[in-house]
């Protein structure tokens, strides 16, 4: 019995220690394969983020340190830590900019005023012009 109990503990132990791996290399795929997807476009000439280099290049960082994690938990976790700055060097802003957009209001660079100051030309500005000749 005392056997079966030390075996259970030796297989938890391995699951816990495969934990850092396995999220390590998930996370390491799925950035690299999605900033990959925002700069697969380049190839036919669409401008590209240059942070996106460096997310790639943090995700790949990311992909090694789950292979250093499986023998030396220590190192593995300074290079993870490094390789998930860099990878938010891209995201972090990407992040910022959409939430900006999304809850920021929309100004108008009139702000409420014409800048017309003929009234003759206003009067043509704000009546609509529905396919007649004007005259």
């Known amino acids: 019995m005392e056997r079966i109990g030390k075996n259970i503990r030796e297989l938890g132990g391995m699951i816990i220690g495969m934990f850092p791996f396995c999220l390590y290399f998930a996370a390491s795929v799925i950035t690299g394969f999605h900033v990959y997807q925002l700069l697969a476009p380049a190839i036919y000439g669409a401008p590209s983020n240059p942070l996106e280099l460096v997310s790639l290049l943090g995700s790949l960082g990311l992909l090694i340190a789950a ?37 920021g209001q929309q100004r108008s660079v009139l702000s409420g005023q014409l800048w017309i100051r003929r009234p003759e030309v206003q009067a043509q500005a704000t009546t609509p012009f529905l396919g007649s000749e004007p005259k």
């Not at 499986?70 to 390789?83: D, V």
């Not at 860099?86 to 939430?99: L, N, R």
């Open 67 to 103: 292979y250093i994690s499986l023998f030396n938990p220590n190192a593995a976790a300074k290079l993870a830590l490094i390789a998930c700055l860099t990878i938010w060097c891209f995201y972090g802003p990407a992040i910022a900019k959409s939430v900006r957009t999304k809850f």
